[in-house]
T-cell receptor
Framework: DAGVTQSPTHLIKTRGQQVTLRCSPK?????VSWYQQALGQGPQFIFQ???????QRGNFPDRFSGHQFPNYSSELNVNALLLGDSALYLC?????????????FGPGTRLTVL | AQSVAQPEDQVNVAEGNPLTVKCTYS??????LFWYVQYPNRGLQFLLK??????LVKGSYGFEAEFNKSQTSFHLKKPSALVSDSALYFC????????????FGTGTRLKVLA
């Protein structure tokens, strides 16, 4: 049973560029959440997708956008990259219809903005 | 507003001794509490969760956590530490209703000394 997978593993971009990160949820899961983890910090909630809609959003600017596909996989897009966007981006999946369920995390994508 | 505090950046414990990693939280209404562990260059791995019921929750790898409503705490414990338990531990909280957003603490690095 495949867990949560993310691609790419590492990414280097320059300021002002745009980036797309991808996530495939654990088999059977229909909800995907994205987190930003800066060095030495805990994960910060970016947004959650359920049934192809953004269900909730954290305190991130509109430069951060996402999408969920019919197969429940998801993309995170970041436009106009800033140096401060350098972080580990984590994807987590869960079962949306269950209230009392834990999230399963992928290994993350390390984004470096130069 | 929801928040999580992990007051210790690092905890050192000798192998075989009991360990405690502290977590306090603030949430409107009843909390949904988690502990996750992160190994170097890896995503977060679920350890245990508290929803309701027994205040002592047992999880993976011999870890347990004690929920204390009056002190708004959810400390992680293990009776006998192993060197392989050395990792970064995160406490997280979510209100049981009205939000899908998980709030993570800043993490506590556990170092088990042989």
């Amino acid at each position: 049973d495949a867990g949560v997978t993310q691609s790419p593993t590492h990414l280097i971009k320059t300021r002002g560029q745009q980036v797309t990160l991808r996530c495939s949820p654990k088999s059977g899961h229909d909800t995907v959440s994205w987190y930003q983890q800066a060095l030495g910090q805990g994960p910060q909630f970016i947004f959650q997708y359920y049934e192809e809609e953004e269900r909730q959003r954290g305190n991130f600017p509109d430069r951060f956008s996402g999408h969920q596909f019919p197969n429940y996989s998801s993309e995170l897009n970041v436009n106009a990259l800033l140096l401060g966007d350098s972080a580990l981006y984590l994807c987590a999946s869960s079962l949306g219809r269950l209230v009392y369920n834990e999230q399963f995390f992928g290994p993350g994508t390390r984004l470096t903005v130069l | 507003a929801q928040s999580v505090a992990q007051p210790e950046d690092q905890v050192n414990v000798a192998e075989g001794n009991p360990l405690t990693v502290k977590c306090t939280y603030s949430v409107s209404g009843n909390p949904y509490l988690f502990w996750y562990v992160q190994y170097p260059n890896r995503g977060l791995q679920f350890l245990l969760k508290y929803i309701t019921g027994d205040n002592l929750v047992k999880g993976s790898y011999g870890f347990e956590a004690e929920f204390n409503k009056s002190q708004t705490s959810f400390h992680l414990k293990k009776p006998s530490a192993l060197v392989s338990d050395s990792a970064l531990y995160f406490c997280a909280v979510r209100a049981l209703s009205g939000t899908y957003k998980y709030i993570f603490g800043t993490g506590t690095r556990l170092k088990v000394l042989a």
